[in-house]
Every structure is written in structure tokens, then in C-alpha cells.
């Protein structure tokens, strides 16, 4: 069976005092937790994340990393230097970098290889605007992403890849796609895994969703067939909110 992991994104949010005050705080909450507890937070905040989330169950995760190992790269942060730090997870390609930032899927295909030669598990984010939800492409824009995300990866390193589905317009919007429609989506990606690497590797796959989760509707979410958990973003900024979704499965 699959594991699931709750992962916090907290975007360009929280400065280090808050940072080490948030996971003091977390850290009890979560304790008992069964599955996976990560937090993605910025660069500035890693180090001490690190050293406030040692001995818990807490892993820390990046937002972002660059495709390049080292050199003239002015602002950029690579791969080792996450890694030499003791940063465990990195999300890639997600829809604001993309959107934002111009991040295309041949630089988001090169940085997930570059997290697996340095250790690092990436948390790759897929997911459609809402014209391409209105055209009824989903199910092509997200199978397109995630081919090319994982592109030339060895089958073993497809197994460790986290995917999350997130649809944009379900992102910080208050809009959450129905526990069915985010079942649906992510059942099509992994269908398409076992179409090219096989059924064993899709089973093995863990594919989170996100897209304004919320202590309310984790549980209904996270308890669908292939939903393995969640990204989260604004509601991982409140201690209490986000101790509650990681804890849905002690939920009443
Ligand atoms: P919200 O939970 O704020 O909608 O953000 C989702 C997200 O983008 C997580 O990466």
C-alpha cells in the first residue's frame, strides 16, 4: 500500500522567527501522525526549519532548485547545496514558477534529474487552467506535463517521484476540485504511468493533490482510491489548520 504524505507549501511567506515558532508548535501536534509530514519553505528559512524540525517527524522541503549543478547562475540555489544542508524534499514545476517565472517542462524535466543525482525527492506539480478544464483537456495537459517531467528517468526513479495534482484554478482560490474530479484526474496519470512504465510502478507512484485544501475536506479527499495526500499552501501557514489536516485520518 502507499503511504501518504502531507506536504505544507508556504510560498513566499514567514520569516525565521516564525518559522521556528511554527514548527515548535507543530512539532507535538503531529507526533503520532502515521504518514509523511513535510514543509516546503523558502530558502531563507531552510536552515532553520533544519535545526528546528531535527529529532520530529517533520522532514523540510524547497520550493524551487535549479536545474544546474554549480557556476555562473546569479541567485540560483542547486541541488547539493539543498542537499549538504539536510533538505530532504523539493518541489518542481509548480504552476506559479511555471505561470510566473517561465518555467518550461524541458527545465522542470532537468531539475527533477537533477534532484534524484543528488538525493533529493522531488514533489512535481501537473495541473490545468480552466479553459483547458472547460475544453476538456485535462486528462492531456496533465498525462503531457507529467510525461515530460519525468522524461528519461529510470523506472525506479519514477516509483520515488511524488506527483501533485494541482488544478490552477482551484489554487489559493477557495475553489477545491470535487473529491471526484481530483480522483479522476489523478487516476488518469497514473494510468498512463502503467501504460509506459507499468502497473507495478503506478501502484508504487505517490500522487498527491492540491488546490485549497482545508481541514474540512481533507479527510473526503485524502480517502479516495488514488489520492495520496495533499499539497498544501495557504492552510499551512496556521499551526492548528494544518496540525488538523495531516491528523484527518483521526478525524470523527
Ligand atoms: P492553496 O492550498 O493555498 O490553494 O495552494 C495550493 C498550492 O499551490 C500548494 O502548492
Not at 167 to 178: D, E, L, N, R, V
Amino acid at each position: 500500500m502507499r503511504k501518504k504524505v502531507i506536504a505544507g507549501n508556504w510560498k513566499m511567506n514567514m520569516l525565521p522567527n516564525e518559522a521556528i515558532g511554527f514548527i515548535t508548535e507543530l512539532t507535538p501536534l503531529v507526533k503520532s501522525a502515521t504518514h509523511d509530514v513535510v514543509l516546503c519553505v523558502p530558502y531563507t528559512d531552510l536552515f532553520y526549519a533544519l535545526l528546528t524540525a531535527q529529532n520530529t517527524n517533520i522532514r523540510i522541503g524547497a520550493q524551487n532548485m535549479s536545474q544546474y549543478e554549480k557556476g555562473a547562475y546569479t541567485g540560483e540555489i542547486a541541488a547539493p547545496m539543498l542537499k549538504s544542508i539536510g533538505v530532504s524534499h523539493v518541489i518542481i514545476g509548480h504552476s506559479e514558477r511555471r505561470q510566473y517565472f517561465n518555467e518550461t517542462d524541458e527545465a522542470v524535466n532537468e531539475k527533477v534529474k537533477s534532484a534524484f543525482n543528488h538525493g533529493l525527492e522531488p514533489i512535481v506539480c501537473v495541473g490545468e487552467t480552466l479553459e483547458q478544464r472547460e475544453a476538456g483537456k485535462v486528462d492531456e495537459v496533465i498525462t503531457s506535463q507529467m510525461q515530460k517531467a519525468l522524461d528519461g528517468l529510470t523506472t525506479e526513479q519514477v516509483q520515488k517521484t511524488i506527483l501533485a495534482y494541482e488544478p490552477i484554478w482551484a489554487i489559493g482560490t477557495g475553489k477545491t476540485a470535487s473529491k471526484e474530479d481530483a480522483n479522476e484526474a489523478i487516476k488518469a496519470i497514473r494510468n498512463k504511468i502503467a501504460e509506459i512504465y507499468g502497473q507495478m510502478t503506478a501502484d508504487s507512484v505517490i500522487i498527491l493533490y492540491g488546490g485549497s485544501v482545508k481541514s474540512t475536506n481533507a479527510k473526503e479527499l485524502f480517502e479516495m482510491s488514488d489520492i495520496d495526500g495533499g499539497l498544501v499552501g495557504g492552510a499551512s501557514l496556521k499551526v492548528e489548520e494544518f496540525s488538523k489536516i495531516v491528523n484527518y485520518d483521526t478525524q470523527k
